[in-house]
């Protein structure tokens, strides 16, 4: 069964000191660099949160404080964030200890600035992103997923990777929560989802 590797939003902005920070998030960069260097991938993908300044998911854009709950427009979230990942942004690069050059592809997701992105595989509204279709391209079945954040793009994109018919595996070692103590919520939902936790 071939395999792939989806290394989501290992970016400087959701690093200890990122606008977005991830508690502890550099501490899974020696499991996500032996994944990145195992022989045992088909392919490697990285995601990367690509966004337009003045955002509509940033708090800044509505004059409002970050983390307020928002449910007023469709494709974003419930929530409105920091600024983050904005294109060309020091925050939006890749962090420095990620051995980069074993991506093969690297697909720039939430571009469009009425729209968030949580998962790899669709932008919140729906829209296709086409990373089913160049895994299935490959003949790949299955799926290695690692990254930020476990509970927020982890998640979504693990729970797509289910949808479109691929075996699903979290490697937990290799990802952090934005909140640790949704932790064990999050990992319900993704195992009624088929997703294996390893």
């Given amino acids: 069964m071939k395999k792939a590797l989806l290394a ?34 088909e ?11 003045n955002h509509r998911s940033f708090a800044s854009t509505h004059g409002e404080e970050a983390f307020t709950a928002y449910d007023k427009e469709e494709g974003l979230g419930p929530v409105l964030w920091p ?12 962090n420095n200890e990620i051995k980069t ?18 998962s790899a595989f669709q932008d919140n509204d729906g829209s296709d992103l086409g990373l089913a279709a160049l895994l299935k391209s490959f003949a790949v079945e299955e799926v290695d997923i690692c990254g930020l954040a476990y509970d927020v793009c982890v998640k979504y994109t693990a729970l797509d990777s289910v949808k479109n018919g691929f075996k699903t595996n979290i490697i937990q070692a290799g990802s ?23």
Avoid: M
């Fill in 83 to 94: 600024d983050h990942c904005v294109q060309q942004s020091r925050g939006a690069e890749f």
């Fill in 8 to 41: 989501v939003d290992l970016q400087n902005d959701f690093y200890e000191d990122g606008a977005l920070a991830v508690p502890d998030a550099s501490k899974i960069n020696q499991k996500v660099n032996e994944l990145l260097e195992s022989e045992e991938y």
């Fill in 101 to 118: 050059h074993k991506f093969d592809y690297i697909l720039r997701k939430g571009t469009d600035v009425d729209v968030d992105s949580y």
């Fill in 176 to 198: 952090k929560a934005v909140n640790p103590d949704q932790i064990e919520e999050c990992n319900q939902e993704l195992k009624k989802a088929g997703v294996n936790l390893i």
């Fill in 43 to 53: 392919l490697i993908v990285a995601s990367q949160d690509w966004h337009p300044e």
